[in-house]
């Protein structure tokens, strides 16, 4: 089974300050398809999770451009530009290149400093 | 705009069968496939198994053969049952709908629902 694995597990940033979620799979993710897919989701406290990426960099529709994601094979990379107050909550990362079974990351909790 | 609502009881006893319904609105269950994840109090989620309209389903093998997902598409639904459950099995249940191209992964969910196993 793939395993995704996140880092930090804390993450504790001052407001308009960058940040940056690391996520490696025990796998590659680049499917047989030539397409890698790696996505990432949001989750608010008290809310459902939210996709913000998917594809490794390809942003949701209403998603701001400060989130990108980059990254390849088995090395993935979350980046915000400028936290925002909003911006708080749990990061998990996803792999669905092995589907049928999808496997998140243990999730980054973001906290303001 | 799709949306999905979890329903069923917040408390189920140890050895019984967890049921929970998820209503599919603004949209069809007879396209797409549709999901089931969990999230135990303080953990991360993990992806439970889904269910395609025509009845075709997946389950993640960590949960030991316990679960089913079925179909209704005649009320828009889609359900889950997991069975022998323990106090390991509290968590919010969400369920959501998966991407077209489904190996992007879910990008509609629901509230989420939470379920406490206790007697």
């Known amino acids: 089974d793939v395993v995704m694995t996140q880092s930090p597990l804390s993450l504790p940033v001052t407001l308009g300050q960058p940040a940056s979620i690391s996520c490696r799979s025990s796998?590659?993710?680049?499917?047989?398809?030539?397409?890698?897919?790696l996505s990432w989701f949001h989750q608010r406290p008290g809310q459902s999770p939210r996709r913000l990426i998917y594809?490794?960099?390809n942003r949701d529709s209403g998603v701001p451009d400060r989130f990108s994601g980059s990254g390849s094979g088995t090395d993935f990379t979350l980046k915000i530009s400028r936290v925002e107050a909003e911006d708080v909550g749990i990061y998990y990362c996803?792999?669905?290149?092995?589907?049928?079974?999808?496997?998140f990351g243990q999730g980054t909790k973001l906290e303001i400093k | 705009q799709v949306q999905l609502q979890e329903s069923g009881p917040g408390l189920v006893k140890p050895s019984e069968t967890l049921s929970l319904t998820c209503t599919v609105s603004?949209?069809?269950?007879?396209?797409?496939?549709w999901n089931w994840i969990r999230q135990p109090p303080g953990k991360g989620l993990e992806w439970i198994g889904y269910i395609f309209y025509t009845g075709n389903t997946n389950y993640n093998p960590s949960l030991n053969n316990r679960v089913t997902i079925s179909v209704d598409t005649s009320k828009n639904q889609f359900s889950l049952q997991l069975s022998s459950v323990t106090a390991a099995d509290t968590a919010v249940y969400y369920c959501?709908?998966?991407?077209?191209?489904?190996?992007?992964?879910?990008?509609?969910w629901g509230q989420g629902t939470t379920v406490i196993v206790s007697s």
């Open positions: 996803m792999q669905g290149t092995h589907w049928p079974l999808y496997t």
């Open positions: 959501a709908r998966a991407d077209a191209r489904i190996r992007n992964g879910m990008d509609v």
């Open positions: 796998q590659s993710l680049v499917h047989s398809d030539g397409d890698t897919y």
């Open positions: 603004g949209g069809s269950v007879s396209s797409y496939f």
């Open positions: 594809k490794v960099s």
